[in-house]
C-alpha cells in the first residue's frame, strides 16, 4: 500500500488557519489577493485587519515575546506587501501569510540561541508546555488519519493543491478534469480534515 508523506507540523499550521479562513466567510480571499496584487491598499489594509490578531496570538502561544511577535508579524506583512507582484490569487495568501511568519520565528529563534547561548531565557506564560507537545503530536495523527482514510482522487486533488501548492487550474490539467471538479474535491477534502479536528479546542 502507497504511503502518504507525513505532513509536518508547520503545514498542519498552515491547514488550520486556511479552515479558519474558510469557515469564515468574511473575505473574498481571490479577489482581495488580486486587488493587493495590483498595489490597492485599501485591500491591504483590510487584510491587515482581518489577521493581525490571530497572527500574533499564534507567534505568542509559541513562546515568542510580545514584542517579537509584533515585530514579526510587521515584518509578514511587510514582505506580503513588497512581494506582492508575485501573489498568485489561486493560493491562499493567508496561508503564505502564516508560513512567512512562521519561518522568520525559526529564525529567530535560531539566531537567539547562536548569539545568546549561555543566556537563560524567560519562562513566559506563553511558553510550550509537554500538554502542548501531545496535543501537537495528536493534531498531526488525526490530520494525517484523515487524510490517509480520504478516497484516492480526493487524496491526491488534496495532495496536488495543497502539499505541492498547485493551483486549481494546474492540477485540474494534471488529473485531466475541470477546475470545478478540483474545487469541489478541495472542499470535501477539507471539510473530512475539519471534521477530523472538531474534537480539538481552538
Not at 482581495?32 to 496570538?57: C, E, P, T, V
Not at 512562521?102 to 549561555?118: A, G, V
Not at 501531545?134 to 488534496?158: G, H
Not at 485540474?172 to 475541470?178: C, L, T
Request: hydrophobic share 40%; proline share 2%; net charge neutral.
Amino acid at each position: 500500500m502507497k504511503m502518504y508523506p507525513i505532513m509536518q507540523e508547520s503545514l498542519v499550521i498552515q491547514l488550520i488557519f486556511m479552515l479558519a479562513a474558510a469557515g469564515s466567510g468574511k473575505l473574498d480571499e481571490r479577489e482581495l489577493s488580486r486587488k493587493i496584487r495590483n498595489g490597492n491598499h485599501r485591500a491591504f489594509k483590510q487584510f491587515f485587519d482581518a489577521h493581525h490578531d490571530a497572527l500574533f496570538r499564534f507567534l505568542m502561544s509559541k513562546g515568542i515575546s510580545r514584542e517579537d511577535a509584533e515585530d514579526l508579524v510587521q515584518r509578514a506583512f511587510v514582505m506580503i506587501w513588497e512581494k506582492r507582484d508575485g501573489i498568485d490569487p489561486e493560493k491562499s495568501l493567508r496561508a503564505y501569510l502564516f508560513r512567512i511568519a512562521y519561518t522568520r520565528m525559526l529564525n529567530h529563534i535560531r539566531d537567539n540561541e547562536k548569539y545568546d547561548t549561555e543566556a537563560t531565557l524567560p519562562v513566559s506564560e506563553n511558553q510550550i508546555t509537554p500538554e502542548d507537545v501531545t496535543q501537537n503530536r495528536e493534531l498531526l495523527d488525526a490530520v494525517q488519519k484523515a487524510i490517509s482514510e480520504m478516497p484516492e482522487r480526493r487524496r491526491m486533488v488534496f495532495d496536488l493543491c495543497f502539499m505541492q501548492e498547485f493551483t486549481y487550474k494546474e492540477a485540474a490539467r494534471s488529473m485531466d478534469v475541470s477546475v470545478k471538479t478540483i474545487e469541489n474535491h478541495m472542499g470535501l477534502a477539507l471539510k473530512d480534515i475539519r471534521a477530523a479536528l472538531s474534537s480539538f479546542k481552538s
